[in-house]
């Protein structure tokens, strides 16, 4: 009988070498960064340098985030983003759904914690809240539920209605009670700290999302501070929207948000590092 990891090969963290305009592209929740792949592959081929992590507890089986934490996520992501920081004349950040909450968290916190600061965040199908009444009491049910339901195959699991872009997916079946709580908590804080992201902003949601639900990107676009701030709503596509049947105006609209802040950072201060 195959296994999981025979079915789905293993992920890793990869990057696009381009120019000197840099994005770091943060993957959600039980994925990998193949659910930005297409997206990458995209920003690549207009010149930037695309940057995709891995998170720990992530590509390999569920079982391995269960002793996750949330303070390695975010451990990571400023570490990657400072790598990339340090060889790119401007550098964004970027997520999808989790990813985009640590890319808000991230520009959130950087200046406080001396980090470079990003020239633009993209928060993609980014959940600010969750509808699920347990979420509150998940310190207590990760003792008593260990896992969160399982799904009966990808197709069931994914939140995709392009069925044609499974095989670009990694995810997992089932998932730990204790990550789920890592994840809300992670949410929480965030939204705490919304009010202190002040670099350009977009937020791109898809009405039919069933996990980030539509308000979050209300939420986020009320919440920050930015002075420069976009909300794209889509109205075709479910939850991992970098790959549904709108994926191309979503890469359309990031390049075009990269274009025009690169440039403003660039004739703002032609000899400074935007993210360094």
């Known amino acids: 009988m195959a296994t999981k990891m025979q079915e789905q090969s293993r992920p890793t963290a990869y990057e696009l070498a381009g120019g000197d305009v840099g994005i770091l592209l943060v993957h959600g929740f039980t994925g990998a960064p193949s659910?930005?792949?297409y997206?990458?592959?995209y920003l690549h081929t207009q010149g930037y340098t695309v940057s995709l992590p891995l998170l720990s507890g992530h590509g390999t089986e569920a079982q391995d985030m269960v002793r996750v934490k949330r303070r390695q996520w975010i451990t990571e992501v400023e570490c990657a983003f400072s790598?990339?920081?340090?060889r790119c004349r401007v550098t964004f950040i970027g997520g999808l759904s989790m990813g985009g909450v640590l890319s808000l968290n991230y520009a959130a916190t950087a200046v406080a914690a001396s980090l470079p600061l990003p020239a633009g965040v993209i928060a993609l199908a980014s959940p600010m809240y969750t509808a699920d009444r347990r979420a509150p009491l998940l310190p207590l049910l990760k003792?008593?539920?260990?896992?969160?339901?399982?799904?009966r195959s990808k197709a069931e699991k994914v939140n995709?209605?392009?069925?044609?872009?499974?095989?670009?997916?990694?995810t997992y079946l089932r998932t730990p009670t204790s990550a789920l709580e890592q994840v809300w908590r992670l949410i929480g804080e965030t939204r705490k700290r919304l009010g202190r992201v002040s670099v350009?902003?977009?937020?791109?949601?898809?009405?039919?999302?069933?996990?980030?639900l539509p308000p979050s990107a209300e939420i986020i676009y009320n919440g920050i501070a930015s002075f420069s701030k976009?909300?794209?709503?889509?109205?075709?596509?479910?939850?991992?929207?970098?790959?549904d049947y709108e994926r191309d105006l979503v890469c359309q609209r990031v390049a075009s948000f990269l274009s025009r802040h690169s440039l403003t950072a660039v004739v703002s201060d032609p000899q400074t590092k935007v993210g360094v």
């Open 35 to 37: 659910d930005l792949g």
């Open 39 to 41: 997206l990458a592959r």
């Open 83 to 86: 790598d990339l920081a340090s």
């Open 143 to 151: 003792y008593v539920m260990r896992w969160n339901g399982k799904a």
């Open 160 to 170: 995709l209605l392009d069925k044609s872009m499974l095989d670009e997916v990694f």
């Open 200 to 212: 350009p902003t977009l937020i791109v949601q898809s009405r039919l999302d069933p996990v980030s």
């Open 230 to 243: 976009e909300l794209v709503w889509l109205t075709k596509s479910s939850h991992v929207i970098t790959l």
